[in-house]
């Protein structure tokens, strides 16, 4: 099985290479590819007692980032190297100070990942989350190096749980440490014979936490929103896009809009422009040339800037729910405001948790989230007792990257 294996990471590869020629992610994905080993060997020359995070993308870069901090806090000696999978982690992180080195994660085949293991020689491995690599973790425990999940949660349905998968969960045993978000991924690898796993939470909510504590202030969104009630749609898709073109006419002129898309490409944005025609829309790239205090829409054409603009917001919209995977809710949560999101948001511990607590709400369309926001703005009450409900769900689950550090 690890041949077909191999054979397909070769062939979806080989795929990436094809569509570079039209799409500028995997143009991205695959030139930052490209002469990665002598990258390597350059910067890991001198080095020792480096320290391999791994991470898919921004989101597990942003989780895995308190346990980095701590670590370099606590081992004074040691090198971080953070690989990322896509170029959407990549591209936005590449010049993080949390570590020393930062690149694209070779091809899991067995020759690129040998060759890895044998430049690097980390003293430890931590993979966020999700990203399981046979090769890597066969290469890995072939030399006794420890590697550990971390924030890992597991489902019944994923495929190494399966009779077929069977060849895969072997690998997984060789794994040092499970460090898992909840008791039901406990359970479940418990099931599977596999017993070195510890419940120690879910390190986002210390990243998030330890950047709403900051002092900061963005003033364009104060100038933007003035006496007026605001609505801030993260990490939106064309679904969620489409929603906000049914909602908005129904909330304002009581609340202004900003939204952050998760593709800015300059298509996309005109689109978003033309949807929303009907009323004064401004991009934070034209913030300086006109007068924004006038506009009713600002669209957040640049990357970066989320996280903290959801401190400004009476509402949060999160996108992703309808089709691609709900984002970040998180960061919205944890400045103690209603969340909204759409409606297959299942996979996500953290969105079934303050839904369930009442902190967050699913909706299907506009219809149900005007109705839902009407509610939260005449009864004062209501809306106090949800951003109340969102203050506690953080709180009480900070911590994580501590327990981690105790274990380790």
């Known amino acids: 099985m690890r041949f077909f294996y191999s054979l397909f990471i070769q062939f979806y590869a080989c795929l990436i290479k094809l569509a570079s020629f039209f799409s500028k992610k995997a143009k991205l994905w695959h030139s930052g590819r490209k002469n990665i080993f002598l990258f390597l060997e350059e910067k890991c020359a001198d080095k020792e007692n480096i320290i391999w995070f791994h991470c898919a993308s921004l989101g597990e870069f942003e ?6 901090e701590k670590i370099k806090q606590e081992e004074k000696n040691v090198t971080l190297l953070v690989t990322f ?3 959407s982690g990549f591209e936005v992180k ?20 040998k060759k890895f293991i044998q430049i690097v020689k980390p003293q430890k491995v931590f993979f966020i989350k999700y990203e399981f690599w046979y090769n890597y973790m066969n290469e890995l425990s072939r030399f006794d190096i420890p590697f550990y999940y971390i924030s890992a949660i597991f489902r019944e349905n994923q495929y190494f749980f399966k009779n077929y998968g069977a060849w895969f969960l072997k690998q997984l045993k060789k794994c040092s440490y499970f460090f898992v978000q909840n008791e039901n991924s406990k359970i479940l690898l418990q099931q599977h014979e596999i017993s070195n796993a510890i419940v120690t939470g879910d390190t986002r909510f210390d990243r998030v936490y330890t950047i709403a504590q900051q002092p900061y202030t963005l003033d364009f969104i104060s ?8 609505l801030v749609a993260g990490s939106t898709w064309q679904p969620d896009e489409k929603l ?12 202004k809009l900003i939204i952050a898309p998760h593709q800015i490409e300059k298509s996309h944005i005109e689109q978003i422009k033309k949807q929303f025609s009907s009323f004064l829309t401004i991009c934070f790239s034209e913030k300086e040339e006109k007068d924004i205090s006038n506009a009713e829409i600002l669209i957040i054409d640049t990357i970066g800037l989320l996280s903290k603009i959801y401190k400004y917001a009476d509402v949060s919209y999160i996108g992703g729910a309808f089709k691609t995977g709900l984002h970040n809710v998180l960061e919205a949560a944890v400045f ?15 969105a079934v ?19 839902k926001m009407c509610h939260l ?30 274990e380790l």
């Open 244 to 255: 906000l073109v049914e909602l908005f006419p129904k909330i304002n002129p009581n609340y």
């Open 353 to 371: 948790e303050l839904v369930e607590s009442g902190g967050a709400f699913s909706v299907k369309n506009a219809e149900e989230m005007t109705q």
């Open 63 to 68: 989780q895995g980032k308190p346990l980095m």
């Open 377 to 406: 703005e005449k009864k004062t009450s209501f809306y106090d007792a949800v951003c109340e409900i969102c203050r506690k769900y953080v709180a009480q689950n900070l911590g994580a990257t501590d327990k981690i550090m105790s």
């Open 85 to 87: 999978f896509s170029p």
């Open 336 to 350: 103690e405001k209603p969340i909204f999101f759409g409606p297959h948001f299942q996979k996500f511990n953290e």
């Open 94 to 113: 590449k010049n993080d100070p949390v570590a020393e080195i930062i690149t694209y994660l070779p091809v899991d085949t067995p020759k690129n990942a």
């Open 223 to 230: 100038s933007f929103k003035a006496e007026r009630k605001l």
